[in-house]
């Protein structure tokens, strides 16, 4: 009884009023003239049976509210951050998804482009005319060429990929 009506009210005005004090920093030049104006205001709280049975209920709806609205905050902030994250590994899927039909794509057009490299390659080493072979030679570079910016691009979509 004596702990509920008197000693916790007394504690909590002195350490609401002493950090009070401290927050605002009025006297800063004196050094213990915080706690003599806590004591102070807490002392003259004392002579009121009233003040602590106020202050208690104060203190039970207090905490009881301050405890009800971390919950909401807490249950509201982790489904704020659910939807962000949600929207974001969707859009990050979809990227992933786009990238890997490219890459299908490229990996076709760089098989078939080396097939044809092959059969271009086959056709020059059994081609006796010179005319001819001139004019394979240089399908087969334009097709090397080809060849090697497919792999670039390959290589650079990998490099994006990874990045990302």
């Known amino acids: 009884m004596l702990v509920q ?5 007394f504690l909590a005005i002195f ?13 800063r030049r004196v050094r213990k003239a915080n706690i ?14 009233v003040t602590y049975m106020i202050a208690n209920f104060v203190f039970q709806i207090l905490t009881t509210w301050a405890v009800l609205l971390f919950a909401l905050i807490f249950i ?4 704020l951050y659910y939807k962000r994250r949600k929207s974001e590994w969707g859009s990050q899927a979809s990227v992933a998804a786009g990238y890997d039909e490219i890459v299908k794509g490229l990996r076709m057009e760089l098989a078939q482009k080396r097939d044809l490299l092959i059969e271009l390659t086959e056709k020059m080493a059994g081609t006796a005319s010179s005319s ?3 004019e394979l030679e240089a399908q087969v570079t334009k097709l090397k060429d080809d060849v090697r910016s497919l ?13 990302a």
Do not use: K
């Not at 009506?5 to 009210?9: E, F, S």
């Open 5 to 9: 009506y008197a000693i916790l009210p």
């Open 15 to 27: 350490i609401i009023v002493y950090g009070f004090l401290e927050e605002l920093r009025i006297f």
């Open 151 to 163: 792999e670039d691009r390959l290589e650079e979509m990998r490099g994006t990929l990874r990045s």
């Open 132 to 134: 001819r072979r001139a």
């Open 76 to 79: 509201v902030g982790t489904w």
């Open 36 to 49: 003599w104006l806590a004591l102070l205001m807490s002392f003259s709280l004392f002579p009121l049976h």
